[in-house]
């Protein structure tokens, strides 16, 4: 992983060896975060480098914000110059990740989100694919739960949120497989550890709706654009039941890390054919060449640096 000289911290850009915060902060006792993770894409016959969607990246990061009764002085225009800013300080010529954070950064003891400092960091990393088999992905069930919007909003990206990923993530990688379905506490199909879903039915593309303790996905929402827009298909946000994904005729998951992840098994289960089917390799496709700001109709989405 290469990363990135300098990072943003306590309201400026300085080298990396500088950006630490101290042990008893409280963002880190408690997991009293909430952060986004972003892409920029080398587009190469362009020479540069394009931001994906970082307006729905920091719109959703202040959301998650106000969740926490967090205050930041920025918004979203704020918090994008600040990205281009930290992206042009080193020169960046690849595909990289972003890292945008707000945490509770008073140190101490006491479990609370009022009185307490807000601080924004933001740091960049070289950054491959975040499931290697992307393209035939054995995907299993997790005997773990999603958070629910009582417990931990999972609609908020916050940190300590993500043990709940973390526990879904190791044991199904600890079995063998790539990556799990997570079933919320109404037993029904909620997401991934760090992905959304969507299945194909009867030619229909099904996600689970923003009600069934999902993260709001931007990969997610832009997939249904291009579904809708590009590809003509029919999008529904239902709930979706187990037993739906035993008999889908194609299955995929969504995210800025995972991109579009083919689900290829389920629980040794083939979908479908067994095989990547046709709508989720139009899609793999479509969405890399939009990212990449080779598509002009989606350039709304690509924020050059
Ligand atoms: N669900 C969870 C739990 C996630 O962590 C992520 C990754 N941010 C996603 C879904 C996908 O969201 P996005 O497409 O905005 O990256």
Sequence with gaps: MDLSKHAFFEG????????????????????TSVFSGMRAYWNEEKEKLFVFRPYEHFHRLLDSAKMLAMETPYDEEGFIQLTLDLLRTDNWRQDVYLRPTIYKADMGIGVRLHNLRDEFSMFVTSFDKYVA?????????????RIDDNVIPARGKISGAYANSALIKTDANRAGFDEAIVLDSNGHVSEGSAMNIFMVRNGILITPPSTDNILEGITRRSVMELAREELGIQVEERSIDRTEIFIAEELFMTGTAAQVVAATKVDHRPVGGG??????AKLRALFDDVVRARVPKYHKWNVEV
Aim: no cysteine; glycine share 8%.
């Design 12 to 31: 400026k850009i300085v080298p990396w060896s500088e950006a630490k915060i101290n042990i008893a902060t409280h963002g880190f006792l408690y997991g």
């Design 133 to 145: 088999n992307d393209s035939n992905a054995h995907l299993t069930f997790s005997s773990w739960r």
């Design 275 to 280: 095989a990547m089917g046709p709508i989720t």
